[in-house]
């Protein structure tokens, strides 16, 4: 009972949160995340490397006192000792490359210094070539067996297991990430260069495959238990910017989305959904389980009182008034016609004996003008809504349908007419349904239309490179998932994430104790947040690509127990969860390096820091959130694995956070249920059905509020993806297997052409030509009667 108060109280005092959703965090936060608090000594570790080599060999000055050949030259002269035989000579030159990559902290007083001389030194690094070095550096390291084969006999992992592995994913993400981000007043050359290293980088240049690939061949590795000492966090880090920079963020998806559309000669998008969604407004989160038991409890008091109903408005996007002032009285009304008119009806028994208080007064409208109106989205229907339509209407006026003609209206009503012609005028043709129809024209007339025409576009690249492994990288990085997530209970089979975040010496005070607790809550978030937003870049990208490249991987994560993974992770209190306070300010990069280091104490470890809320813990819900929409959309075995998972009252709870972009995805996915839950649950959820209505895109002719028409067919979910699966192993077959015997290879039937080809025989034939004649042609007797008989 306790908690039910104190979940009432969260939820009535749970303020707006001022979240930007983006492609990743600030830049400062996004750096910061990179290092363990358990590295911190490291820091001053990469200075004294660097300070003894360049006091050697440069005299009495200082890195920023040089002039940029004399830099370029010391640049050279290190990455010249990075092809060193010994291992120890190795790291500390690497760890002296790191140090330049952070920026010099040494010679700096502010951090704006830090951030300056670390993105000008990390140009001049790609410059001079050092990223390919670390590449080969990195290749070594991950193939050392003696390595994998000590770490997985060592009972303890800690970071002294992955120190090389560390430092060279340290620079090369400082570099990545630097490169990735633009800034005002970036030179040409700096631009020229981004542009280079993010074809590079997208390119199959390293062994055949982009290096998002060796990444991800680390996390199966990792996962597969032969490589424990691999630093995942950072290799999760590395592969997310990789593949942001390549592919591209949130932002050029768009911009990709309205060139294809415009390439197709389809219409422009209705609107700009990045934008619709920034200026949305979030909504009172519904009554809690406390507001509903005293309801219940008045009712079984068996009083009962008469109201008028009024309409229900606390979850209107454009009314200030106080979101909690007797909403649950106005919960339940039945039938919205009802409500409209005004007209007084009984009380629901879940409201009996509610005290009623008089609608206050609306607010002027000089208030209100700056709130649009209407509805955010326009509508959208799609072309087998129109069929749908006109079938069922003819079958009711004129006994027999005509297929898929949406044209012909003869012997339809008039009111018919109308609403045809309104679902023609929001059709919605997307690039998904383009590709699927010529992807089955290709299939049928294989001959009459030729090869495809395929562009070599960095997302085309990396799903062939991905394709022979794709369920094992699925798989692993679920796992990683699976074992961040606060939910999970430590099991002794599961893998350990924490190689790269445990100190050597485990911790002997309490003090100790509280800073490690910290650091591997805070480790564990990150990789959900590197995780999350990894897999939803990759099923954007690959949607946008080509429909069945998205469905092979949604398949594989629908397979991999992705839905109930994601719907464990929100069964948590997932307002703690937003709002954690699982960093230590002091100790974050570049902070650290440049001010002195404060006393910690137990008390300062507690309070944390004084934001409202964790940025990348509500990224990575809205992440989760966005992947569990783009998996179950438009499928409806997926659609009733929600329903099958009780998936409800885990959303519903979700939307107490008050961000209006989280609340749309967890609606979205409400709205796809709510005509299998039952008449009860939408009566006694209205404040909910109402947010739906105000948020969610419209379908016009989808009676998800109602479910009179629930879909009859039963829930094969076995024969739905079966028949999903054979579409997605044709076009790849069609696509990527080209050694495929296919009746359709043509066949020449012309003796004159077939033996005038030139055949290419090794250069050895020509010596042994003769006694080849001899021994395979002249010494064998033809028996010319068996031939004949064989005809």
């Known amino acids: 009972m306790q908690q039910q108060n104190d979940d009432m109280e969260g939820s009535m005092e749970s303020p707006n949160l001022e979240f930007e959703y983006g492609d990743t965090d600030g830049f400062t936060a996004e750096l910061s995340e990179l290092y363990s608090y358990t590295e911190e000594p490291e820091f001053s570790l990469n200075r004294d490397y660097f300070e003894e080599d360049f006091k050697n060999h440069v005299k009495g000055r ?294 009623i208080q008089p609608p206050p007064p609306l607010q002027p409208p000089t208030e209100r003008v700056s709130f649009p109106k209407g509805l955010p989205w326009a509508p959208k229907v799609r072309e087998k809504d129109i069929e749908h339509f006109l079938e069922t209407s003819r079958n009711k006026f004129i006994g027999f349908t005509l297929g898929n003609d949406t044209d012909t209206l003869v012997g339809l009503p008039r009111p018919i007419h109308e609403s045809v012609k309104t679902l023609k005028q929001h059709k919605y043709v997307s690039i998904a349904e383009v590709q699927i129809k010529r992807e089955e024209e290709l299939q049928q007339c294989p001959m009459t239309m030729g090869e495809e025409e395929v562009e070599e576009a960095p997302a085309e690249i990396l799903y062939l490179g991905m394709l022979p492994s794709l369920s094992q990288y699925v798989i692993a990085l679920l796992k990683l998932l699976l074992a961040a997530a606060p939910t999970s209970k430590a099991k002794t089979d599961s893998i350990n994430i924490l190689a790269d975040v445990l100190p050597e010496e485990m911790p002997i005070t309490v003090l100790q104790s509280m800073k490690l607790g910290i650091d591997v809550n805070r480790h564990k978030e990150i990789i959900v947040k590197a995780i999350s937003a990894l897999l939803l870049l990759l099923l954007k990208h690959f949607k946008l690509n080509h429909i069945y490249q998205f469905e092979y991987v949604a398949q594989h994560l629908v397979f991999a127990n992705c839905i109930p993974l994601i719907l464990k992770f929100f069964n948590q209190n997932i307002m703690s969860y937003i709002s954690a306070k699982n960093s230590i300010c002091a100790l974050d990069y570049p902070h650290c390096v440049v001010h002195e280091m404060p006393e910690l104490t137990a008390e300062s470890l507690e309070a944390g820091d004084s934001n409202q809320f964790c940025w990348r813990n509500l990224f990575s819900c809205i992440n989760l959130l966005r992947i569990l929409n783009k998996i179950t959309k438009w499928k409806h075995s997926r659609t009733m694995m929600l329903v099958v998972f009780k998936s409800a009252p885990i959303l519903k709870r979700a939307l107490k956070v008050k961000q209006a972009m989280m609340q749309l995805y967890v609606l979205k996915l409400l709205k796809i249920q709510t005509k299998y839950l039952g008449r009860q649950w939408r009566k006694s959820n209205m404040k909910t059905m109402s947010a739906i209505y105000q948020k969610v895109r419209h379908r016009l002719n989808d009676d998800w509020a109602y479910g009179n028409d629930i879909d009859a067919r039963p829930w094969d979910f076995q024969a739905e993806e079966c028949a999903l699966r054979e579409s997605i192993e044709k076009f790849n077959a069609r696509r990527y297997d080209k050694n495929q015997n296919s009746e359709f290879t043509p066949v020449d039937n012309c003796l004159q052409s077939v033996l005038g080809q030139r055949v290419d025989l090794p250069e050895d034939f020509h010596y042994s030509y003769e006694m080849w004649l001899e021994r395979e042609v002249f010494s064998q007797p033809i028996q010319w009667e068996g031939l004949l008989q064989a005809q």
């Open 62 to 355: 200082r890195w920023m006192e040089l002039s940029m050949e004399e830099q370029r030259a010391y640049v050279m002269r290190l990455l010249d000792a990075l092809e060193v035989t010994d291992r120890d000579k190795r790291l500390k030159v690497a760890r002296a490359i790191l140090y330049l990559a952070q920026g010099v902290f040494d010679e700096c007083d502010t951090e704006t210094d830090v951030l300056y001389w670390s993105r000008h030194n990390v140009f001049l690094l790609y410059d001079m070539g050092i990223f390919t070095a670390l590449l080969e550096l990195l290749s070594m390291e991950i193939d050392n067996n003696q390595a994998c084969s000590s770490a997985v006999r060592k009972p303890a992992i800690s970071l002294a297991d992955s120190t090389e592995l560390r430092v060279l994913l340290s620079i090369m993400y400082l570099m990545v990430e630097t490169i990735r981000v633009e800034m005002e007043g970036d030179s040409p050359e700096r631009k020229a260069a981004r542009e280079a290293f993010k074809t590079e980088l997208g390119s199959p240049l390293y062994n055949g495959e982009p290096f998002a690939l060796l990444l991800f061949t680390m996390v199966t590795k990792f996962c597969s238990m032969n490589a424990p000492h691999f630093p995942m966090k950072k290799v999760l880090l590395l592969l997310w910017k990789t593949i942001l920079f390549t592919l591209g963020g949130f932002e050029e998806l768009l911009e990709m989305k309205v060139r294809m559309r415009d390439h197709l000669n389809l219409p422009p998008l209705p609107e700009d959904s990045i934008k619709v969604v920034r200026n949305m407004r979030a909504a009172s989160p519904p009554a809690s389980a406390m507001e509903l038991i005293e309801q219940q409890q008045q009712q079984k008091r068996g009083r009962r009182s008469r109201r008028p109903l009024v309409k229900q408005d606390s979850l209107d996007t454009y009314n200030e008034r106080d979101p909690f002032k007797n909403d649950d009285a106005r919960d339940d009304e039945d039938d919205p016609e009802d409500v409209d008119s005004g007209i007084e009806g009984e009380v629901d028994p879940l409201d009996r004996d509610v005290i």
